[in-house]
């Protein structure tokens, strides 16, 4: 549905279906192989280092939380049988050597499946591009009567034209997010700018918890990368001025009005499809949640879903244009 436009814009100029739907995959390879490579050598470089990440993480909060580590420390008994020399330390290396080759472990078994399910999603969009609009033709086939084969092919539209509208303003906005949020980091000195702005760009397609998972691991890049704990603070609270101001004052002026969604529901369905589709349902639960409004907006039956999922203000404005127009008929009593 959101490629669909740009294919039907390839085929007024005719170009053929197989060749342009080949076109737009390849397109997208390159943009995630692109951003494959950017992030590759810096998560390898943290891969490699956990352990002593860690250990500095550890250090520089315990000099945060020092004078309070007396009230909540329990007290320790000395192991008779270890040697005071290179007993503890020896298992804090091994402590650490393990949890190093988890990470790795648990990276290198997660990557086949993300791989095979990113490839399988390709292989199924280049063949539901190439048949063009055979799926709409299908729907048209099975309605009854002619009314509803209008409401479908209308409802299909609305909803390609709605989701390529919202995705494609979303997809500039988080862009131009990353470049704000990567020169920011690089102003700060932040190693690896590039990497943070490639990372507020694709967490941020993810509302809300998106931008907590970003500023979190800003945070600790910077509280290993400098030797002052506060600058921790300065880089989440920048981070955190950019989000809030793409928030609450880009991303509504450039989505209308009719795109945008009850925040309360958008947040439960983002937890519903993370539990259930974990990294991928966050990034298809506000897309799915526009398709769900759009069938709601057309059926008579979902209307009630339809204002329920939508932004405070479009049915407040409802409510209201109703409580006028009856305070305009005349009283039967006068």
């Known amino acids: 549905m959101v490629f669909s436009p740009v294919r039907r814009f390839f085929d007024r100029r005719g170009v053929p279906q197989g060749l342009s739907a080949l076109g737009i995959v390849s397109v997208i390879l390159i943009i995630f192989f692109s951003i494959a490579a950017a992030l590759a050598v810096p998560i390898s470089s943290w891969t490699n280092n956990s352990s002593r990440l860690e250990s500095t993480v550890e250090y520089r909060l315990s000099g945060i939380s020092g004078p309070f580590s007396d009230y909540f420390a329990a007290p320790s008994s000395p192991d008779p049988n270890s040697s005071s020399s290179n007993g503890p330390s020896s298992k804090k290396e091994s402590n650490a050597a393990q949890t190093s080759m988890s990470v790795a472990e648990s990276i290198a078994s997660q990557l086949p499946s993300v791989v095979a399910q990113f490839v399988f999603t390709l292989v199924l969009l280049l063949f539901l591009l190439a048949s063009g609009d055979m799926f709409y033709e299908k ?136 539990w259930l589709w974990s990294a991928v349902g966050m990034i298809v639960a506000v897309p799915l949640l526009v398709a769900i409004k759009t069938f709601g907006e057309h059926i008579d039956a979902l209307k009630s879903l339809s204002h329920f999922l939508a932004e405070r203000h479009e049915k407040f404005e409802g409510m209201l244009e109703t409580s006028d127009s009856d305070s305009s008929k005349p009283d039967k009593a006068e």
């Open 139 to 274: 729907i048209v086939q099975v309605m009854p009567t002619l009314h509803d084969k209008k409401r479908a092919v209308k409802i299909a539209h609305d909803i390609e034209r709605k989701l390529s509208r919202y995705l494609l303003t979303i997809t500039i906005i988080n862009a131009g997010l990353g470049v704000a949020v990567g020169i920011a980091m690089w102003a700060l000195g932040l190693p690896n700018a590039l990497m943070f702005g490639i990372i507020a760009f694709l967490f941020n397609f993810v509302p809300y918890l998106g931008a907590f998972v970003g500023i979190l691991i800003a945070a600790l890049v910077a509280l290993v990368a400098f030797s002052w704990a506060g600058w921790a603070l300065i880089v989440a609270g920048v981070y955190l001025s950019l989000t809030t101001l793409e928030g609450q004052f880009v991303t509504p002026y450039f989505i209308g009005r009719s795109l945008r969604l009850n925040t309360v529901a958008v947040f439960v369905t983002i937890s519903f499809w993370a």
